[in-house]
Antibody, heavy 120, light 108 residues
Framework: EVQLVESGGGLVKPGGSLRLSCAAS????????LNWVRQAPGKGLQWVSS????????YYTDSVKGRFTISRDNAKNSLYLQMNSLRAEDTAVYYC?????????????WGQGTLVTVSS | SYELTQPPSVSVSPGQTARITCSGD??????AYWYQQKSGQAPVLVIY???KRPSGIPERFSGSSSGTMATLTISGAQVEDEADYYC???????????FGGGTKVTVL
């Protein structure tokens, strides 16, 4: 059974940093591209970042470029999101999501999310 | 940046047909996908590649795409179909992903 479990969320002050993790199991982690998707309270879904299976391709939505860094450790079956210079508008539930396949850039499995709150 | 546009809300009576539209300039070249999200839960894929239904998704869910508009149709909507629905696609490069703003479907 495919499982994605996020951790690392919490309360942080504006300008602070946080590192999210996503532990994966139930599939060959190194064969899949992975993503972070967020949802602000009461708002819609927003794709944040993606990383290819071999780390070659990395993309970010414009609002987090230069502040967030996505990474993965295929030996540990883990995905990460380093978030720096956090702003109030980064407050959201952050989901880890797996791409269906190499040429299929859509999400077939999601974690349950971890809440990040940016507030003084 | 690329955008997908959906209506904020759609209301339908039980057993009737609900249609949700999604417009985007790259949709003639890129597939549309649809996610259902119920309160407090992670999203669930209900339509992929414009009109394909994942296993386990009821047949009343169907999708179509023509030109710059994709449509999710719920034929014979049930009370349990009340949820937020999001269209999803990529920009023309295929590298940047985007969700529509979401449509709240009310069945009553």
């Amino acid at each position: 059974e495919v499982q994605l479990v996020e951790s690392g969320g919490g309360l942080v002050k504006p300008g602070g940093s946080l590192r999210l993790s996503c532990a994966a199991s139930g599939f060959t982690f190194s064969s899949y591209s992975l993503n972070w998707v967020r949802q602000a309270p009461g708002k819609g879904l927003q794709w944040v970042s993606s990383i290819s299976s071999s780390y070659t391709y990395i993309y970010y939505t414009d609002s987090v470029k230069g502040r967030f860094t996505i990474s993965r450790d295929n030996a540990k079956n883990s995905l990460y999101l380093q978030m720096n210079s956090l702003r109030a508008e980064d407050t959201a539930v952050y989901y880890c999501a797996r791409d269906f396949g190499q040429m299929a850039p859509y999400f077939d499995y999601w974690g349950q999310g971890t809440l990040v709150t940016v507030s003084s | 940046s690329y955008e997908l546009t959906q209506p904020p809300s759609v209301s339908v009576s039980p057993g009737q047909t609900a249609r949700i539209t999604c417009s985007g300039d790259a949709l003639p070249k890129k597939y549309a996908y649809w996610y259902q999200q119920k309160s407090g839960q992670a999203p669930v894929l209900v339509i992929y590649e414009d009109n394909k239904r994942p296993s386990g998704i009821p047949e009343r869910f169907s999708g179509s795409s023509s030109g710059t508009m994709a449509t999710l149709t719920i034929s014979g909507a049930q009370v349990e179909d009340e949820a937020d629905y999001y269209c999803y696609s990529t920009d023309s490069s295929g590298n940047y992903r985007v969700f529509g703003g979401g449509t709240k479907v009310t069945v009553l």
